[in-house]
T-cell receptor
């Protein structure tokens, strides 16, 4: 257990569906992240939230919509996805404080399949 | 942007063997982590090590920041060490870690 939970763990959806991924951290961190891991590729950062404000959007298509209602929760809303969006989606959290280590802790991931 | 290269890409060991994994990066970093990704996809923190040397049981890591590389040592490997090992680096003034492509390790009984 890393202190970061993700639900659901597995998700199968059609291209016209709308679904949401949820991440919750119990570590008292102030920054949260979404990553995408496709087969045979390195992890790609999608979004960064610091103090509930989005500070990084890594050229992610608009069919992915993040939401960070508070420092403990992060959502990724999915709409009209493509089969190539099938991947493992990982959430992470860390403390962002000037001069302090930025060590990220990851959740177990949601394995998404788009049909 | 910064480039992160890991070597070797694949490694097969007999149980009990030792190994060294390497991470090279192309720019100065102020944060560096090593992770182990298990077969179920969970990323497990091994070390936070932007510089210096750390040890944790059979694992140790060394980062030489001035020469832009980090090494992960695994001694007396066990089958449970199998998986993918990633290093990730962050440069100052940025919010994001850049991950290497990983070293896939298989330890045979």
């Amino acid at each position: 257990e890393t202190g970061v939970t993700q639900t659901p763990r597995h998700l199968v959806m059609g291209m016209t569906n709308k679904k949401s991924l949820k991440c919750e951290q119990h570590l008292g961190h102030n920054a949260m992240y979404w990553y995408k891991q496709s087969a045979k590729k390195p992890l790609e950062l999608m979004f960064v939230y610091s103090l509930e404000e989005r500070v990084e959007n890594n050229s992610v298509p608009s069919r992915f919509s993040p939401e960070c209602p508070n420092s403990s929760h992060l959502f990724l809303h999915l709409h009209t996805l493509q089969p190539e969006d099938s991947a493992l989606y990982l959430c992470a959290s860390s403390v962002r404080l000037a001069g302090s280590p930025n060590e990220q802790f990851f959740g177990p991931g949601t394995r998404l399949t788009v049909l | 942007g910064i480039q992160v290269e890991q070597s070797p890409p694949d490694l097969i060991l007999q149980e009990g063997a030792n190994s060294t994994l390497r991470c090279n990066f192309s720019d100065s970093v102020n944060n560096l982590q090593w992770f182990h990704q298990n077969p179920w996809g969970q990323l497990i923190n091994l070390f936070y090590i932007p510089s210096g040397t750390k040890q944790n049981g059979r694992l140790s890591a060394t980062t030489v920041a001035t020469e832009r590389y980090s090494l992960l040592y695994i001694s007396s490997s066990q089958t449970t060490d199998s998986g993918v090992y990633f290093c990730a680096v962050m440069t100052s003034g940025t919010y994001k870690y850049i991950f290497g492509t990983g070293t896939r390790l298989k330890v045979l009984a």
